[in-house]
């Protein structure tokens, strides 16, 4: 069972991120907080957030599994201003989950988790990181758009770049080590991703988040950042497109 209380900007930041793969989600609740992993329909894309309870302001919840639909909480945040409480209970009951936005109560039925597969998470051992802001990538991404379908991440002890080539247009961003918050990369490593994954999850961000890109080269790309007021943690894998010889 899950009674709990949060900001209304806190859940939507939350509903945003994950949104961005999947409608709907099995949540894995426990003492500690909320978790869940997931992956797109195409299985190019996998998400795996954790929620600590301390990103509640008020918490108590017994170790169970929620299967949500994301839209229908999507409708609950259209009730709610920034500044807002929301509160969430499960009625296991009567299988419901229950919100309460001020004097509004919103009752929506929970889905089925067993049919709600679990992805396994590969650990993956890239080998360059790079920190920077989240708004500067989505510079890159807005410069990128109208060029082309795919973008190129680069990354080497000197340089990090977005790049994107169309036909007969391209765009880059390049940062420095002095731009970024730091690069760790011991030789050159690429690798080529559809733009309108990553440009959904950056455009999901807050501008002032720092962002973690962990690369390698023809492997997925790493983006791990803080949520919650860093209370929370969001690790995305996104899988590179390779060009066939």
């Known amino acids: 069972m899950l009674k709990a209380e949060l900001r209304a900007d806190t859940l939507k930041g939350l509903v945003n991120i994950i949104s961005t793969l999947v409608d709907e989600v099995k949540f894995t609740v426990t003492p500690e907080g909320m978790s869940l992993k997931a992956v797109d329909p195409a299985h190019v894309a996998m998400i795996e957030l954790n929620v600590g309870k301390d990103a509640f302001a008020s918490y108590e919840a017994d170790e169970t599994e929620l299967g949500v639909?994301?839209?229908?909480?999507?409708?609950?945040?259209?009730?709610?201003?920034?500044?807002?409480?929301?509160?969430?209970?499960?009625?296991?009951?009567?299988?419901?989950?229950?919100?309460?936005?001020?004097?509004?109560?919103?009752?929506?039925?929970l889905l089925d988790t067993a049919t709600m597969s679990v992805p396994k998470v590969p650990q993956l051992q890239l080998a360059a990181a790079v920190e920077l802001p989240a708004s500067e990538l989505q510079r890159g991404i807005k410069a990128s758009e109208s060029i082309s379908d795919h973008i190129t991440l680069v990354a080497d002890a000197d340089l990090f770049e977005l790049k994107c080539e169309g036909d007969t247009d391209s765009a880059d961003l390049a940062m420095s080590p002095s731009d970024t918050v730091s690069i760790e990369a011991p030789s050159r490593v690429a690798s080529t991703f559809p733009l309108d994954y990553f440009s959904n999850l950056m455009k999901a961000i807050p501008a002032e988040t720092t962002v973690r890109l962990e690369l390698d080269v023809d492997y997925p790309v790493k983006v791990v950042f803080g949520i919650a007021d860093g209370r929370g943690t969001v690790r995305y894998l996104l899988a590179p497109r390779i060009e066939n010889d």
């Open 69 to 109: 639909d994301l839209d229908k909480v999507k409708d609950v945040l259209k009730l709610a201003s920034s500044g807002d409480t929301i509160a969430m209970e499960q009625d296991p009951e009567r299988g419901r989950l229950v919100f309460k936005v001020g004097n509004i109560t919103r009752r929506m039925n």
